[in-house]
């Protein structure tokens, strides 16, 4: 971001009003140096050297304030500000030793002003250039300076925003009353018909409201292990509700398995799916979890829009690559096609993971192994 000057402009407006209120003093200096006392007693010299120290004036002006702009680009870190600041007035002074020796060739064009060239007055004016550099270098290096500091705090300001709607996100899935509204009344009806499994549907919630707890008060990322194994749990859970009209085929490489993710992305990933499509026993809704030999997370499905949108408020995609610009990961990639939509998560590498200093997390979420129905078993 700071490869580039914040603006497009070369002249600010506050470097416009600067350089105006320092004409009359910079034009009434060098005008002396050119031309003496006949510049104030002599009206047509007045005019003339006016509209000459002018037009000379703005031409150092646009070059100067080039090059060290210039400099700046090339400098653009903080860290860089001594070396930033020499070369800038380095680049100046030189310049300022053409721009004035062109001052003095350019006075002695006129026949008005009876100036003839000479190497004296270039000494001259390069003394009031060398004041005029470090003042300007001095104004600009302060002004950049400043205006990285605002940009910084912009981005801070944009990141905690950030950080504050993952966290009212993250809320939120501990939450997530509309899923606990419908595992409630599947519970319900379970006790009734079959209470084995509304035994083994009670374990398996509490196994996903622990994930969700644990997931979302510690940490920034989570092993895709854990994360395949909490969403294993989620979708028993789901299926008791949808039945055939869900179905989910989950591969993971093993090379894989150590590799980190944002934790419940599986989750709100699979809740939007839901959302958008219909499920029907006669029309079931696919969803693939697997890996691609690059190790990204693919998540696909057979697309079935539904013609009416119920506002459930769940978190969707949006929270998903909020969550990823959170922690600086790559942007998750959209495949979009007429029979079916994927999503691509980029895994962290447990290398970058230890670089960023982020805590692989274990789940302790352990399921039931006893019961043909437990999704570990599938």
């Known amino acids: 971001m700071f490869n580039e000057l914040p603006s497009k402009q070369l002249f600010t407006r506050r470097e416009l009003w600067y350089h105006s209120l320092m004409m009359p003093v910079l034009f009434s200096a060098g005008n002396y140096l050119f031309l003496r006392e006949r510049y104030f007693s002599d009206p047509v010299i007045f005019g003339w050297g006016t509209l000459l120290v002018f037009f000379l004036y703005w031409l150092s002006l646009v070059v100067l304030t080039a090059a060290v702009k210039g400099v700046f680009r090339q400098f653009p870190d903080a860290r860089q ?7 800038a007035l380095l680049v ?21 002003f009876n100036r003839p060239f000479d190497w004296s007055t270039v000494q001259a004016i390069l003394l009031l250039g060398f004041v005029f550099d470090l003042l300007l270098c001095f104004m600009l290096g302060i002004q950049y300076t400043y205006t990285r500091w605002q940009e910084s705090q912009t981005e801070k300001e944009q990141l905690k925003s950030l950080v504050v709607q993952h966290q009212l996100d993250r809320l939120k899935q501990q ?15 379970l006790i009734a018909e079959d209470p084995k499994q509304a035994e083994v549907f009670v374990d398996e919630m509490a196994n996903v409201y ?28 789901l299926r008791i509700r949808y039945k055939t009209a869900l179905q989910t085929t989950i591969h993971i490489d093993a090379r894989c398995e ?22 029907k026993p006669d029309k079931p809704l696919h969803i693939q979890i697997s890996t691609t030999p690059d190790r990204w997370l693919r998540i696909s499905h057979n697309r079935q829009p539904r013609t009416i949108l119920v506002d459930t408020r769940l978190p969707g995609l949006d929270t998903v690559i909020n969550r990823y610009r959170t ?44 019961t043909p129905d437990n999704p570990n078993n599938g």
């Open 92 to 112: 100046a002074t030189t310049l300022t030793i053409g721009l004035a020796t062109f001052d003095v060739w350019a006075y002695s064009l006129f026949s008005v």
């Open 258 to 279: 150590c590799a980190q993710l944002p934790p419940l992305t599986l989750q709100i990933l699979l809740d939007d799916i839901i959302q958008h499509n219909t499920l």
């Open 210 to 237: 622990r994930y969700m707890l644990q997931a979302a008060n510690q940490h920034a990322l989570v092993a895709l292990a854990d994360e395949v194994q909490f969403v294993q749990s989620y979708i028993w859970l």
């Open 175 to 189: 939450i997530n009353p509309h899923f606990l509204f419908n595992a409630l009344n599947s519970i319900s009806s």
């Open 327 to 370: 922690v600086s990961l790559d942007m998750p990639v959209l495949e979009n096609h007429p029979e079916e939509a994927s999503i691509l998560l980029p895994l962290v590498t447990s290398t970058y993971s230890t670089q960023l200093n982020l805590t692989i997390f274990h789940s302790n979420s352990n399921t039931n192994s006893n």
């Open 81 to 87: 500000v001594r070396q930033r600041n020499l070369v």
